[in-house]
């Protein structure tokens, strides 16, 4: 049996995410948009006729789409934590356009915690020094809370819980402002209010602005 991808001669779409190969477009675009966080590791074309994941809307515009005008759109032109392993002119490699690693907690007994983003990381260094928040747990759900986008079920993973000294828990979800208007976590963070009201819990979304006020909190508890 020939296998499809033995002919050098047959096109292929890589995954710029996960690395994996298809030969047909429609395929590969599912793959992508069932496997993937919108967003976090991939961006839409706001052309209609168009609507291909990619990682950067500018220069997708550059390379397919040199004779249109990019329409008015209110979703982010640029996935946030894509790695670009292109060299440089210099021929070294270009520094990845997001911080990822491991944070090690003390508040958590030396529990260690995966990073995706300087955003993450910011916030879980914050974390540590604010005396109000005595716990935190990094992506603590394990099944998910379900929602439905587009008539259809998935599930939902919020960033972190958090637990105060006088008992209150709530989830945060950390995202960029470019992002709050996206249909997709908009419908999440609908389902995600409804699953923390039920519990008697708080839901919030930290973007730049919460993390400026979480900097301002541990700064004064560092200064006292």
């Known amino acids: 049996m020939t296998l499809p991808f033995a002919n ?6 890589g995954c710029f995410v996960c690395g994996k190969e298809y030969i047909d477009f429609e395929t590969f675009r599912t793959h992508i948009i069932e496997s993937h966080e919108l967003g976090r590791e991939y961006v839409l074309c ?32 640029r ?5 670009d392993q292109r060299g440089s002119t210099k021929g070294k490699q270009k520094k990845s356009k997001f911080r990822e690693g491991h944070f090690v907690s003390m508040k958590n007994n030396g529990k260690e ?11 879980l260094e914050y974390l540590e020094q604010i005396p109000e928040i005595l716990a935190y747990d990094v992506e603590p759900f394990k099944e ?7 008539g259809e079920k998935h599930h939902y993973f919020p960033d972190l819980s958090i637990k105060y000294a006088d008992g209150k828990i709530e989830i945060w979800e950390i995202k960029p402002r470019s992002q709050t208007a996206l249909p997709l976590n908009e419908a999440k963070w609908a ?3 409804t699953y923390c009201q039920i519990r008697g819990w708080g839901f919030i979304v930290i973007t730049e602005i919460g993390i400026g006020k979480l900097k301002l909190i541990a700064k004064k508890n ?3």
Do not use: Q
């Not at 915690?113 to 916030?123: G, H, P, Q």
């Open 113 to 123: 915690f995966y990073y995706r983003s300087s955003y993450e990381c910011e916030v």
């Open 191 to 193: 389902a995600a209010n």
């Open 144 to 150: 998910g809370i379900p929602y439905l986008y587009k």
């Open 8 to 13: 050098s001669n047959v096109r292929r779409y």
């Open 222 to 224: 560092k200064l006292n």
């Open 79 to 83: 996935a946030i934590v894509w790695k």
């Open 46 to 77: 706001p052309l209609p006729r168009c609507a291909a994941p990619v990682r950067d809307v500018n220069l997708h515009f550059k390379a397919k789409h040199t004779n249109d005008l990019m329409p008015k759109h209110n979703s982010p032109n």
